[in-house]
């Protein structure tokens, strides 16, 4: 493994020409990352050299079509350890996806009664999928709720299981606290519950290795303009057992075998479950990405995305009324720093920041009911908060820019310090 | 940039002591007026007598600082301004904030005027104008 050092961070900044040279500081990777100069040249080439409407033609360009979106089928599969090519669904995003088997599976397991169980820290596309899924079949919506620093026990987790649970869906890692969740565990005891265990990788993926057989999770989604992929292109990993008896989520082109005016058969897994003309250009990008992360290494990425959230949880903790969401400990954020600063709205956290040149994301992350389960000293909830989060590019000059420009708010906001 | 003197004075002295942020009792109207995407969130009262003057006006409530400063200054503007005025000096902020307003016409809204700058602010926009929003609903709703 090769070290991302001060000096290798540089020299990889050169592969992403918006932020290499520029006096800005990204640090919202967790939103989405920047895109590799290799990521961009895949999809064009492919659209240069290889665009045609894939599966259907029998010429040749179309053969090579299908053959460069069945090979980023391949490297999806090999990225996150899959037993098949076969058990990747290509989709737009990690919301997609997510959408995609809650509808699906509900489909498929769901009576009225039943139960589906979620986490209180799950950003909204692992949520709001399964409220209407409950709706739809007149299951229960139920929330595992988290300690303050985000934890979940073991006991807290068996003891909202019961015989009606037949889905849990949670994030391997909180978009907002960075927390990672120990899913392997957590799949086990569901499965040894009887329920299907769903996880929503969009924060780890690009992150950490992820290894779905051991893991034994029965779905995983995930996003490629999260790991320096293209927008547009997103996955769902699923257990063919699953995946064969599941009812299709889009209908249409692409998906069948034999229609008729009454109904229809519908195509093999996967392509039952990508209907219409797929996006090639964006498949081609992300096995551009998952090449490119591969080159420099998840263990190296991860230890160093580690690094620099030790050193900015450092700073920052200096910083009088900066206030930390989540774990004390920088290993458990997954590069992810969310906080509130006392007396100041993230709004105007965020504006002021930028006007240093610093991107941040603040609000409610997508994950409003986490907010409001947040507490602050005063016993009242968060609602919003400023978030930032690093990529392997970023450095430690940029975070000591960072907080410096922090440093500085209360004072511009007329709060002596 | 604007951004560096776009948090002055006027705007943090407003947002750290709104005179008109309380309740007013027996309010002719009152509205709450939320900006959901990023919390904002204000109740807008207004004591109006039967001339359509507005005696009184103040707001509660929870958001950034440009939220809350704009709401207090507006507050300030329109006490004992005619409901036509009210509307006419609303006019004149939102075409502000769509970069639209003659600098006599900014002139006119006071202190409010010191958030000219926000047009060049599109994702800080909906924060000004919330009161000045909910303002035009409540007298659109109870004309």
């Known amino acids: 493994m090769r070290v991302i050092d001060e000096e290798r961070a540089l020299e990889l900044r050169k592969d992403f020409p918006l932020i290499d040279g520029s006096k800005g500081i990204y640090i919202?990777?967790?939103?989405?990352?920047?895109?590799?100069?290799?990521?961009?040249?895949?999809?064009?080439?492919?659209?240069?050299?290889?665009?045609?409407?894939?599966?259907?033609?029998?010429?040749?360009?179309?053969?090579?079509?299908?053959?460069?979106?069945?090979?980023?089928?391949?490297?999806?599969?090999?990225?996150?350890?899959?037993?098949?090519?076969?058990?990747?669904?290509?989709t737009r995003n990690a919301t997609e996806s997510l959408n995609l088997v809650a509808f699906s599976l509900s489909e498929l397991l769901l009576e009225p009664g039943d139960e589906i169980l979620i986490t209180v820290f799950e950003h909204h596309s692992n949520m709001l999928p399964w409220q209407q899924a409950a709706k739809r079949h007149g299951a229960v919506l139920r929330y595992i709720e988290c300690e303050q620093d985000g934890t979940i026990t073991e006991e807290?987790?068996?003891?909202?299981?019961?015989?009606?649970?037949?889905?849990?869906?949670?994030?391997?890692?909180?978009?907002v606290l960075g927390r990672q969740y120990d899913i392997k565990k957590f799949a086990q005891i569901a499965h040894e519950n009887g329920s299907v265990f769903v996880a929503d990788g969009a924060q780890s993926v690009p992150h950490i290795p992820v290894d779905v057989q051991d893991?034994?999770?029965?779905?995983?989604?995930?996003?490629?303009h999260k790991m320096y992929g293209p927008m547009g292109i997103g996955v769902l990993y699923g257990k063919m057992e699953y995946l064969e008896k599941m009812p299709p989520f889009l209908t249409g082109g692409e998906m069948i075998e034999y229609v008729r005016?009454?109904?229809?058969?519908?195509?093999?897994?996967?392509?039952?479950?990508?209907?219409?003309?797929?996006?090639?250009?964006?498949?081609?990008?992300?096995?551009?990405?998952?090449?490119?992360?591969?080159?420099?290494?998840?263990?190296?990425?991860?230890?160093?995305?580690?690094?620099l959230a030790s050193y900015a949880m450092e700073k920052m903790t200096q910083i009088e009324g900066v206030h930390i969401l989540g774990s004390a400990d920088p290993k458990?954020?997954?590069?992810?720093?969310?906080?509130?600063?006392?007396?100041?709205?993230?709004?105007?956290?965020?504006?002021?920041?930028?006007?240093?040149?610093?991107a941040v994301r603040a609000g409610h992350h997508c994950a409003q009911p986490l907010m409001a389960f947040i507490k602050k000293a005063d016993g009242r909830p968060v609602m919003a908060t400023t978030r930032a989060s690093f990529s392997f590019y970023n450095t430690k000059e940029e975070i000591d820019r960072f907080a410096a420009s922090l440093a500085q708010i209360r004072r511009k906001m007329g709060y002596g310090i | 940039m604007a951004f560096n003197t776009f948090y002055n004075e006027i705007l943090t002295d407003h947002n750290m002591h709104p005179g008109n942020k309380h309740k007013i009792e027996d309010p002719t109207y009152e509205l709450e007026g939320v900006n959901p995407s990023c919390g904002d969130d204000i109740v807008l009262q207004l004591k109006v007598s039967d001339d359509d003057t507005i005696e009184d006006a103040a707001f509660v409530g929870d958001g950034c600082a440009i939220s809350q400063a704009s709401a207090d200054m507006m507050c300030d503007l329109i006490k004992g301004q005619k409901k036509e005025e009210a509307l006419r000096l609303g006019d004149i902020f939102l075409r502000m904030i769509k970069g639209e307003a003659s600098q006599e016409e900014i002139d006119e809204l006071d202190e409010a005027g010191c958030l000219v700058d926000i047009s060049h602010m599109p994702a800080r926009v909906k924060c000004a104008v919330l009161g000045w929003h909910t303002l035009d609903e409540i007298f659109k709703k109870n004309s």
């Open chain 1, 215 to 224: 893991l034994d999770v029965d779905f995983l989604a995930f996003s490629g």
């Open chain 1, 156 to 175: 807290n987790f068996r003891s909202m299981l019961t015989p009606k649970t037949k889905i849990v869906s949670m994030a391997q890692v909180s978009n």
């Open chain 1, 332 to 358: 458990e954020h997954t590069g992810i720093l969310t906080f509130t600063l006392d007396d100041v709205h993230p709004h105007d956290v965020a504006t002021i920041l930028d006007a240093d040149g610093i």
């Open chain 1, 261 to 307: 005016r009454d109904g229809a058969t519908f195509a093999e897994v996967p392509h039952k479950f990508e209907a219409g003309t797929v996006n090639v250009g964006g498949a081609v990008g992300l096995e551009a990405a998952i090449r490119y992360i591969q080159s420099i290494g998840l263990d190296a990425i991860s230890q160093r995305e580690e690094m």
């Open chain 1, 28 to 90: 919202d990777n967790a939103a989405t990352t920047q895109k590799a100069s290799c990521v961009l040249d895949a999809v064009r080439d492919y659209y240069l050299n290889a665009n045609a409407n894939p599966y259907r033609g029998v010429y040749d360009l179309s053969v090579r079509a299908t053959e460069a979106h069945e090979s980023a089928r391949r490297a999806a599969a090999e990225f996150i350890h899959a037993g098949r090519p076969e058990e990747i669904i290509f």
